[in-house]
Nanobody, 121 residues
Framework: VQLQASGGGFVQAGGSLRLSCTAS?????MGWFRQAPGKERESVAA???????YYSDSVKGRFTISRDNAKNTMYLQMNSLNPEDTAVYYC???????????????????WGQGTLVTVSS
């Protein structure tokens, strides 16, 4: 499955952005990951086919993940952004049956190209 991520950009602290990730075919579980400069990639949020959801503690209450299975598209609504959210955001997907929404990057087989989110203070 090919994944196309979009929606990144430049925003001031406190602002919002919505990321989209469109898959070329059906997937089961999908997730968003991010990698800030000089840091390792980390899980942000994940969603299973049935709607199970995971959020990392750092984004809980500020970010909302959702998906439209009919469009093979996943979204990440990001509110109350702060400079620590600056990173390249990657979407990932798998056709494997997972138990719930997985934050483990090794559970995902397909990755998008990444979209840059920059939050200024």
């Amino acid at each position: 499955v090919q994944l196309q991520a979009s929606g990144g950009g430049f925003v001031q602290a406190g602002g919002s952005l919505r990321l989209s990730c469109t898959a070329s075919g059906r997937t089961l579980s999908m997730g968003w990951f991010r990698q800030a400069p000089g840091k390792e990639r980390e899980s942000v949020a994940a969603i299973s086919w049935s709607g199970g959801i995971y959020y990392s503690d750092s984004v809980k209450g500020r970010f909302t993940i959702s998906r439209d299975n009919a469009k093979n598209t996943m979204y990440l609504q990001m509110n109350s952004l702060n400079p620590e959210d600056t990173a390249v955001y990657y979407c990932a997907a798998t056709k494997k049956v997972l138990v719930g929404a997985s934050p483990d990057e090794y559970d995902y087989d397909d990755w998008g190209q990444g979209t840059l989110v920059t939050v200024s203070s």
